[in-house]
């Protein structure tokens, strides 16, 4: 049967058509999360199945249009998909705690998609900071949903180094000649106030 498809599908034009097998995995993964909502331990199978998904549907694009090249920008997807995926998990499971690492893969996935998109890599060195605030944001939303004085204000204090780290940060970009950046780290000091 193998044998007799491999020959079907390279003598056309139908055997771009491949990663339809790894969509087909991810949407598996996904649906068995969506169906069997009254079982909340079937939601962690958002976490491997939104980015199987994901992967599926770029290497679809790029087998189909044959731009490999895709994957120079699309690689970032799959960082975003896996914040997603932990989201979902989050969500489905009632496990408020995968807050903290769907806020810290989404939030790097969200900067990495900002660098690969502007070319501005040097940004990392001034933006450090929203790591403690990507962390912070985690923890935060674990306290609100256990009510948890304790873990609100281990957010609070992550918040307070994140906009002391946005502060310096700050100060350093009014000396770099990036328009960017010199807009950027103001805003995100912003965010971390509010």
């Known amino acids: 049967v193998i044998a007799l498809a491999g020959n079907v599908f390279l003598a056309t034009k139908a055997w771009k058509l491949w990663p339809v097998i790894i969509v087909l995995a991810g949407i598996g993964l996904t649906i068995t999360a969506f169906l069997c909502i009254r079982h909340r331990g079937y939601g962690a199978f958002f976490i491997p199945g939104i980015p199987v998904l994901t992967t599926g549907g770029i290497l679809l694009y790029a087998s189909l249009t044959n731009h490999w090249n895709v994957w120079a920008v699309a690689w970032t997807l799959e960082i975003l998909a896996l914040a997603l995926g932990f989201t979902l ?41 929203i790591e403690f605030l990507s962390v912070g944001l985690g923890l935060l939303i674990l306290g ?9 204000t281990a957010a609070s204090v992550l918040f307070t180094i994140a906009g002391g780290g946005f502060f310096i940060t700050a ?22 106030g509010v």
């Open 171 to 192: 100060f350093m970009s009014t000396f770099n000649n990036n328009a960017i950046l010199r807009f950027a780290v103001p805003v995100m000091l912003l965010v971390t």
């Open 89 to 129: 998990a989050a969500i489905f499971m009632r496990v408020p705690a995968l807050a903290i690492p769907a806020f810290i893969v989404g939030v790097n996935g969200v900067m990495l998609a900002f660098c690969v998109v502007t070319g501005l890599w040097q940004s990392w060195a001034i933006l450090w900071p």
């Open 144 to 152: 609100i949903a256990n009510n948890s004085a304790g873990v609100k």
